[in-house]
């Protein structure tokens, strides 16, 4: 291993360039919708768990929201510390690390927790004899454990030399070096349920829109397409944590009981507006019938004239 890492530098700021404390509104947002929204998906998990009895399913979804508020719990308020101070100091090396851990902890640990709620939906469908067995609920505790620290396993390699972090613009979070790639090594590389199947296509969705366009300026960096690091960079990132933020309130939103009611609406507005429709069609039949009787006046040519 490579004990000599290269010097995690940032871009120098002018005092005309340093982000004031009102650029810092962002990051707050994404702190206080991502944490409650988290915190909320967790309180209504608890509540109802009764009714899910802490389902395979619904364990990966605690430790989805575990996963993702702990995340924005640690890691943005050391980024709002610097904001309010100004960044009069550059992050130490060790905050550096840590943060790009946590960063990169969250997004693999997000990852892996969406694909295995696939294949628990995928083994409940096809092998229900295989899923429903009595130690089901112990299969997913064992699979989150290994799920998070095969996560934390790989996100630490660059504390020992494998890659390394790097202080990103403005100087407020740190990330994996995909920027000076020639100094590091390489980065390593239900179907029973409608609301079950709309929970997991909106998860993905969301997970693919947030951190699709980060890993596509990866590439570019890597491809040398593009160079510099700046404000884009800074918003791909908050577009990348903003997944985290979003994820507890696609759950809340997509819960069983809410789908059936949106279901049972739907399907109420779909009925008076067949109704009325069926309404206005007989209003205008029987207004033009009307019309045609008024205006079939049988004229005999054989009458007198009065």
């Known amino acids: 291993m490579n004990s000599a890492r290269p010097h995690t530098s940032t871009p120098i700021l002018t005092p005309t360039a340093i982000p004031s404390v009102q650029d810092s509104v962002p990051v707050i947002l994404l702190f206080l919708f991502g944490v409650f929204g988290n915190l909320a998906a967790l309180i209504v998990l608890c ?8 389902r395979p399913f619904y364990r990966f979804v605690l430790g989805l929201a575990i996963t993702d508020g702990g995340g924005l719990l640690i890691s943005i308020p050391i980024s709002e510390y610097q904001y309010l101070s100004r ?18 902890f969250t997004l693999l640990s997000s990852a892996m927790i969406v694909c295995c709620m696939s294949v628990d939906r995928f ?3 096809f092998f229900p004899l295989y899923y429903n067995s009595t130690t089901k609920g112990r299969r997913a505790n064992i699979t989150l454990t290994l799920l998070w620290i095969t996560s934390a396993l790989l996100c630490i390699l660059h ?13 407020s979070w740190c990330f994996l070096n995909f920027i000076d ?17 709309v929970f997991l296509i909106s998860i993905v969705t969301v997970f693919t829109s947030c951190w699709s366009p980060l890993i596509v300026n990866i590439l570019q960096h890597v491809s040398g397409a593009t160079s510099g690091v700046g ?19 696609i759950y809340i939103l ?21 109704e009325t429709q069926r309404s206005c069609s007989r209003s205008a039949t029987g207004s ?7 205006g079939s006046v049988h004229i005999n040519p054989l009458a007198e004239d009065p």
């Open 47 to 54: 509540f109802r768990s009764k009714i899910h009895e802490w």
């Open 87 to 104: 960044f009069k100091d550059q992050l130490p090396r060790p905050v550096c690390e840590y943060l790009a851990f946590i960063y990169m």
């Open 123 to 125: 083994l409940a469908t």
């Open 159 to 171: 504390v020992f030399g494998l890659g390394s972090a790097k202080i990103f613009y403005p100087g």
């Open 181 to 197: 790639t020639e100094d590091t090594a390489s980065p390593t590389q239900s179907w029973c349920d409608v609301h079950v199947i």
């Open 231 to 249: 404000e884009t960079e800074l918003l791909l990132v908050r577009l990348s944590i903003t997944n985290s933020v979003i994820d507890p309130w």
């Open 254 to 274: 997509f819960r069983k009981e809410v789908v059936a009611v949106a279901v049972n609406c739907a399907r109420r507005v779909c009925q008076k507006v067949e």
């Open 288 to 294: 033009k019938t009307q019309g045609e009787g008024l």
